[in-house]
C-alpha cells in the first residue's frame, strides 16, 4: 500500500485566497483524521470521519475551515479565506475499526501551508 | 479532557547510551498508546502501539512499556544511533472516543 497520501506537500497563498488541502486515506481504513501541527499547539485534532461522515468538527478553528469526505476514498480540507495565522502543517491519518496491532493510526506527510 | 506530557522536551546523547523516554496522561482509561517518531521537517511514524492490557511491546531495538492506572508510559531505545536522532511523540487513545491526543514530544540527538 502506498500509505495515505496528501497534496500538495506545499503550498504558499496569500491572505484571503481559497486553500484546498487533499489526502487519498489507506484502502480499508474506515476512519479518517486531519490535524495540525503548529510550533505554539503542537499537533492538534481538527476533524474525524467514520465511513466518510463527519464524528467531531470540534477542533476546526472557525468557519472559514471545512471539510469534506465524499468517499472512502477521498477527502479535502479548505480553508476560505485564508489567513496568515492559519500556517502550519496540516496532517492527514488514517485508521481502521477493529482491535489488535493493525488498527493504530498512519499519517501522511503532511501539507505545509503558508499564508503570506 | 486528555493532557498528555513527555519529559524530557529535549535529550542529547553520545552514540551507543541506552535511553529513556517518558510519557505521562492524566486520564488513564485508554484504549491504547502509539508511539511515533517525527524527523524534522517530516511527517510521523508509528513505531509502536500498545493495547491497554498489554504491560510491554518491543520491536527491534525499541521497548515500549504502559502502567496505565499511574499514567504513564516509557520509550526504551537500546544502543541508541545517530538514525534515531528525532522528535518522538507518545499519543493515547481514550476508550470513549477514536483520537489520539498527543504530547509535546522529546527531541532526540544522538552524537556520534
Known amino acids: 500500500d502506498a500509505g495515505v497520501i496528501q497534496s500538495p506537500r506545499h503550498e504558499v497563498t496569500e491572505m484571503g485566497q481559497e486553500v484546498t488541502l487533499r489526502c487519498k486515506p489507506i484502502s480499508g481504513h474506515d476512519y479518517l483524521f486531519w490535524y495540525r501541527q503548529t510550533m505554539m499547539r503542537g499537533l492538534e485534532l481538527l476533524i474525524y470521519f467514520n465511513n466518510n461522515v463527519p464524528i467531531d468538527d470540534s477542533g476546526m478553528p472557525e468557519d472559514r475551515f471545512s471539510a469534506k469526505m465524499p468517499n472512502a476514498s477521498f477527502s479535502t480540507l479548505k480553508i476560505q479565506p485564508s489567513e496568515p495565522r492559519d500556517s502550519a502543517v496540516y496532517f492527514c491519518a488514517s485508521s481502521k475499526s477493529g482491535t489488535g496491532p493493525m488498527n493504530g493510526y498512519t499519517f501522511g506527510s503532511g501539507t505545509r501551508l503558508t499564508v503570506v | ?112
Open chain 2, 1 to 112: 479532557k486528555q493532557e498528555v506530557t513527555q519529559i524530557p522536551a529535549a535529550l542529547s546523547v553520545p552514540e551507543g547510551e541506552n535511553l529513556v523516554l517518558n510519557c505521562s496522561f492524566t486520564d488513564s482509561a485508554i484504549y491504547n498508546l502509539q508511539w511515533f517518531r517525527q524527523d524534522h521537517g517530516k511527517g510521523l511514524t508509528s513505531l509502536l502501539l500498545i493495547q491497554s492490557s498489554q504491560r510491554e511491546q518491543t520491536s527491534g531495538r525499541l521497548n515500549a512499556s504502559l502502567d496505565k492506572s499511574s499514567g504513564r508510559s516509557t520509550l526504551y531505545i537500546a544502543a541508541s544511533q545517530p538514525g534515531d536522532s528525532a522528535t518522538y511523540l507518545c499519543a493515547p487513545r481514550m476508550g470513549s472516543a477514536r483520537q489520539l491526543t498527543f504530547g509535546s514530544g522529546t527531541q532526540l540527538t544522538v552524537l556520534p
